[in-house]
Nanobody, 122 residues
Framework: VQLQASVGGLVQAGGSLTLSCTAS????????MGWYRQAPGKRRELVAA???????AYLNSVKGRFTASRGNAKNTVHLQMNSLKPEDTGVYYC?????????????????WGQGTLVTVSS
């Protein structure tokens, strides 16, 4: 299973940006998906998470500004980011908890997409 995230970008404070991430592969089911970010000199933190049923959870500092959603095929996650602030700057990573079916059975694992840089200028 591979996760492919869209490219981030440079945006002015107060602006908006949407990130997308799609899981691809064979014989898999995606449970929860999420977005993490890592700012320079800081630890990676969970920004938003969404279950396969659509339940969401957000980092306090992004509540009301960011919205996570799943695509119809459930293997895609979007992160709509509004009212961006300079402190939202960082490398954003998507993640997915996936159940993979093989001829020998199924297993569950977490997968990560490549990081994508989001820079918010003041």
């Amino acid at each position: 299973v591979q996760l492919q995230a869209s490219v981030g970008g440079l945006v002015q404070a107060g602006g908006s940006l949407t990130l997308s991430c799609t899981a691809s592969g064979t014989s898999f089911y995606v449970n929860g998906m999420g977005w993490y970010r890592q700012a320079p000199g800081k630890r990676r933190e969970l920004v938003a998470a969404i279950t396969d049923g659509g339940a969401t959870a957000y980092l306090n500092s992004v509540k009301g500004r960011f919205t996570a959603s799943r695509g119809n095929a459930k293997n895609t996650v979007h992160l709509q980011m509004n009212s961006l602030k300079p402190e939202d700057t960082g490398v954003y990573y998507c993640s997915a908890n996936v159940v993979v079916s093989t001829s020998e059975g199924s297993y569950e694992d977490d997968y990560w997409g490549q990081g994508t840089l989001v820079t918010v200028s003041s």
